[in-house]
């Protein structure tokens, strides 16, 4: 995703054409490689307007090469459209904590469940999950599969189809082990569009454990409709964060982290892959001096 752009830097701090032949084909790959990662085209060009005010207005400070000057200026304009300065509270301020993983069946949900338990018991946390994803049949057996294979215990109830039982008892066997973090994986059976359902079913599994944290999990391949997803549940959930899954596999990758970006959503993690380790901490900041070069 947005890999040409690393591209486009280089040819712009090398290339030989004038400085403002230069910004304008800058300009112009950027809004080209931005449009394919499927970023809205307003908010496209509400950035490129931005970009270009700034060069209007302000004057490249002299010890700094122009060319570097205005790099900079496209770094702080794409962090800002990717969320600007966010650095999401990944550590737990209490213990113990409990996480309540929401999403659209598919989306990765129980994957990411696995992933996060590997990343708090990297991090030196004691660590369980609960598996409450009734409608997905394999779904218990996956995640019991990840917790073995990370050393996790993992709660389930093979059979039952009460996920708020499910839920409930999980939560509360870890919490009598003295688990520090607790992972529920619910379940996910609705499609997209259906976000009022999803949020309605949520609502009971939040009522029965209480969480200190519901984490809903978005595909990135949706794109743009991540908005809609995004901003109901932003609206609908006060200790609410949400991790983009898919990052790795998609065009679409811009268009959901931008979009999820301006709902004022807090994303803490993106999922880059499908192997345990393959999640990062999302930092807009870092995203984009990556995606830069
Ligand atoms: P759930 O129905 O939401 O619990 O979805 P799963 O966890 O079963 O994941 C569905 C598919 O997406 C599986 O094949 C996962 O390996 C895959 N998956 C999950 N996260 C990622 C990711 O970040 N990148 C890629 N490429 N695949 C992922």
Redesign the pocket.
């Known amino acids: 995703m947005l890999d040409n752009l690393r591209d486009a830097v280089r040819k712009f701090l090398t290339g030989s054409s004038s400085y403002d032949k230069a910004v304008e084909d800058f300009i112009k790959e950027l809004q080209k490689s931005l449009i394919s990662a499927d970023v809205n085209v307003k908010l496209v060009f509400s950035l490129t307007n931005k970009i270009k005010e700034r060069l209007k207005n302000e004057k490249p400070p002299t010890y700094i090469e122009r060319r570097e000057w205005f790099i900079k200026i496209v770094y702080d304009e794409l962090s800002n459209l990717f969320g600007g300065d966010k650095e999401p509270k990944v550590i737990p301020d209490k213990i113990p904590y409990v996480i309540m993983l929401v999403?659209v069946?598919?989306?990765?949900?129980?994957?990411?469940a696995g992933k996060l338990a590997y990343f708090y018991k990297k991090k030196g946390f004691k660590v369980g999950l609960v598996g409450a994803?009734v409608y997905?049949p394999a779904?218990l057996e996956?995640l019991q599969q990840l917790g073995q294979q990370i050393g996790v215990p993992v709660y389930g109830e093979p059979g039952e189809k009460d996920a708020v039982g499910i839920a409930k008892r999980g939560v509360e066997k870890f919490l009598r082990e003295k688990m520090e973090i607790i992972i529920v994986?619910t379940a996910?059976r609705h499609g997209y569009g259906e976000e009022a359902a999803l949020l309605e079913e949520m609502k009971n599994i939040y009522e029965a454990i209480k969480p200190d944290e519901v984490t809903l999990?978005i595909d990135a391949s949706i794109g743009q409709k991540a908005y809609d997803l995004a901003s109901k549940f932003n609206q609908a959930s006060k200790i609410g964060t949400i991790i983009i899954?898919?990052?790795?596999?998609t065009a679409k990758g811009g268009g959901a982290l931008s979009a999820v970006a301006a709902t004022g959503a807090t994303i803490k993690f993106i999922?880059?892959?499908?192997k345990i380790d393959?999640l990062e901490v999302f930092n807009p900041r870092r995203f984009v001096a990556r995606i830069l070069g």
């Open positions: 999403g069946q598919g989306t990765g949900k129980t994957t990411t994803d997905r779904a996956q994986d996910g999990v899954t898919k990052m790795d596999g999922g880059t892959g499908e393959e």
